[in-house]
């Protein structure tokens, strides 16, 4: 019972603890000194033999002012459960003595009493880990995320190694079995790239990585082709459409880049923009195995192949602005994205056939006129995206390009004057894309532009319908400024007033109002100058008739 009041007594145990533990031993009917001591041998100098009554509650308040300084923590020490204080105990020690001296107490704190345990402070500095640790550790965690063991891995490794030495060691026995064998070699690989970018699509639910995947392998498609073709050189015997195999190879391998592309555009772009992707890129190369063939076939009029190119691209972005013209959100890229894969897939036929042809300068002029349509109808649809406010760098990337690619097709003039026939062809190719273009798009700049290209085509070779002179004989300035000029202007005015008062749209009828104003007002210039010029460059046209003009001019005026 001593021990018992003495641990009360240090608030070692609570007063209710102490009554549990007297019933206790009263219970076993043996006297309190037969217990075991649970703390080990007290020293005697420490215990107290002076018997006082069972310490009431108040008493237990009372002494608690009494701790000595030696026990006080900086954190209140929690009291132990009977359970917890009734457990043997593995180690036992001598209590030492609890003095007020001032000298520093020890390093280890008396067994005897409870003393609560000290939390040992964790260590501020994480451990250091190296680069390749971490980076190992990671593949591993991404490994077992998402089910793939070790040994596939290093399978297909080793299976895409192995596959290039095969075909690195093999290279010149293939290219002699058939010539369409470097190019189906080109076509697996880009097969296995666009697999590569829809399993971590579906399986791995890698959303960047696999778009990122799959725009490569859109891109790879005209490339490959090229590739595969390349290896004949520029030998243009090299693609043979008589031979049965490779008219075969060219379908199979067509059927299997169009179900490609058409399931790397639905990934891409979404069902509704899928077919006018699939269509812009499979249709210019799929006039790139034909190249080699219209070369042989046509010499240096091969060039205006590119308009099978052109009005696939046409046909694409038709479909595409027909469905969708105003667009919000994430449609905004994908349509971005489009125009940009389409545009490289014009490029690459217009790169192969000026590199198959550079050594005439006339083949030049058929391929810029062949892929004119093309670039009118981008240049279009880039300006498209001027509208969008909400995001300005978009908005002034489109202009650009835009303006850029309108500036392009404008310059083609100066070439184009070589002749009446190759300013005829620019001007039908390009008015005939800004109508499409117009009318599709919705845009009312675009029917101005349309008319000028037919308009000038107009001007500047009425001098040669008109009279058995020879076009490229005469000079610039004789081809604006004339009499049978300033007829023409007036013709297209006119014709421009009937068909704006056709058009529906107020936009386009006002556009199509302000171009005939100005042809309109060509005229009426050259009519002044005709006045004081002489009567030579009247032609066949009357001088009357400029009585008739200047003065309609003023009562309109």
């Given amino acids: 019972h001593r021990i018992i009041s003495r641990l009360a007594g240090a608030m070692l145990i609570s007063p209710q603890q102490a009554q549990e533990l007297r019933r206790k031993i009263d219970q076993l009917g043996g006297p309190a000194t037969a217990l075991v001591n649970p703390i080990g041998p007290v020293a005697e100098a420490e215990i107290v033999l002076e018997s006082r009554p069972t310490p009431t509650t108040e008493h237990v308040h009372a002494d608690d002012t009494a701790v000595p300084a030696a026990i006080a923590s900086p954190m209140p020490p929690r009291q132990q459960t009977l359970d917890e204080f009734l457990a043997p105990r593995p180690v036992t020690s001598a209590m030492a003595p609890v003095t007020a001296s001032t000298e520093e107490p020890p390093s280890t704190p008396p067994t005897g009493l409870a003393q609560p345990a000290l939390a040992v402070e964790p260590s501020a500095r994480p451990p250091v880990t190296s680069a390749r640790a971490s980076a190992g550790k990671s593949l591993a965690e991404f490994l077992a995320e998402h089910n793939i063991r070790w040994g596939e891995l290093i399978a297909g490794l080793l299976i895409v190694v192995c596959s290039i030495g095969l075909v690195v060691s093999l290279w010149t026995t293939l290219t002699q079995m058939h010539r369409v064998i470097p190019s189906l070699i080109f076509l697996g690989g880009n097969a296995a790239i666009f697999g590569a970018g829809f399993y971590t699509l579906f399986r791995w639910r890698l959303q960047d990585s696999s778009r990122a995947t799959l725009v490569i392998a859109t891109l790879l498609v005209p490339l490959g082709i090229l590739a595969g073709l390349s290896t004949g050189g520029t030998d243009t015997t090299a693609v043979a459409l008589d031979d049965p195999i490779t008219v075969l190879s060219i379908l199979a391998a067509g059927a299997v880049y169009v179900t490609l592309i058409w399931q790397a555009s639905r990934a891409l ?27 042989r076939t046509w010499q240096t009029s091969a060039g205006f192949v590119a308009y099978a190119g052109s009005i696939a691209v046409v046909a694409a972005l038709w479909w595409m602005f027909s ?49 004119l349509p093309g670039v009118v109808m981008l240049a279009a649809s880039f300006g498209s995206l001027s509208s969008h406010s909400k995001q300005p760098k978009l908005a002034l990337a489109g202009t650009v390009l835009s303006w850029f690619g309108l500036l392009a097709a404008g310059v083609l003039i100066v070439p184009m004057m070589v002749s009446m026939g190759w300013l005829w062809i620019w001007a039908v190719s390009f008015s ?21 290209p037919i308009g000038l085509a107009v001007v500047l070779s009425s001098p040669a319908i ?17 009499g049978e000029p300033m007829f023409a202007a007036i013709a297209v005015g006119l014709v421009g007033l009937v068909l704006s008062a056709a058009m529906r749209a107020a936009d386009h009828r006002k556009a199509m109002l302000l171009s005939s104003g100005g042809w309109l007002s060509f005229a009426t210039v050259n009519a002044a100058i005709l006045t004081v010029a002489p009567e030579s460059l009247m032609g066949i046209v009357p001088a009357w008739v400029l009585s008739v003009i200047l003065g309609s001019t003023a009562v309109a005026a």
Wanted: without cysteine; hydrophobic residues 55%.
């Fill in 269 to 295: 772009v979404g069902s509704s923009d899928a077919l006018p992707m699939t269509i812009g890129v499979a249709g210019p190369a799929a006039v790139l195995p034909f190249v080699l063939a219209s070369i």
């Fill in 466 to 482: 008109a009279s058995d002179v020879i076009w490229s004989e005469l000079p610039v300035w004789k081809r604006d400024l004339g």
């Fill in 323 to 371: 469905r969708r013209r105003e667009l919000k959100g994430a449609a905004t890229g994908r349509r971005v994205m489009t125009l940009g894969i389409i545009s490289f897939s014009l490029a690459t036929l217009a790169g192969y056939l000026a590199f198959m042809l550079r050594t005439t300068e006339s083949s030049w002029l058929a391929i810029a006129a062949a892929t």
């Fill in 432 to 452: 005939a894309a800004a109508a499409v273009a117009a009318f599709v798009i919705n845009r009312h700049r675009w029917t101005v532009v349309a008319t000028l």
